[in-house]
């Protein structure tokens, strides 16, 4: 049974970075698609973002040129790496496998001065 567990979140000021991690287990990791959404209060969860086996990956577009989505399959692990962050990609962030109905608990992420 896939799992994943994200973590990596915070409280950061408009402007600045952070990185989550996505640690799989269960299943076949160098094979899967792994994608990012993320829901903010009052919202419906959105996609943010996916990284494909060979490493090509997609944004969405208000993420575009300041996510970066990045993979170590030795680690079964998945990054997103945040920068330029504004008070609107304030919300809880959720890795998820394309195709694996499995959510992970989530990693709040804070953009407040």
């Known amino acids: 049974q896939v799992q994943l567990m994200e973590s990596g979140g915070g409280l950061v000021q408009p402007g600045g970075s952070l990185r989550l991690s996505c640690v799989h287990s269960?299943?076949?990791?160098?094979?899967?698609?792994i994608q990012w959404f993320r829901e903010a209060s009052g919202k419906r969860r959105e996609w943010v973002a996916n990284?494909?086996?060979?490493?090509?990956?997609t944004y969405e577009d208000s993420v575009k040129g300041r996510f970066t989505i990045s993979r170590d399959n030795s680690k079964s692990t998945v990054y997103l790496e945040m920068n330029d962050l504004k008070p609107e990609d304030t919300a809880v962030y959720y890795c998820?496998?394309?195709?694996?109905?499995?959510w992970g608990q989530g990693t709040q992420v804070t953009v407040s001065s």
């Open positions: 269960g299943g076949i990791f160098n094979l899967a698609t």
């Open positions: 990284i494909f086996k060979n490493a090509e990956a």
């Open positions: 998820k496998q394309f195709g694996v109905d499995s």
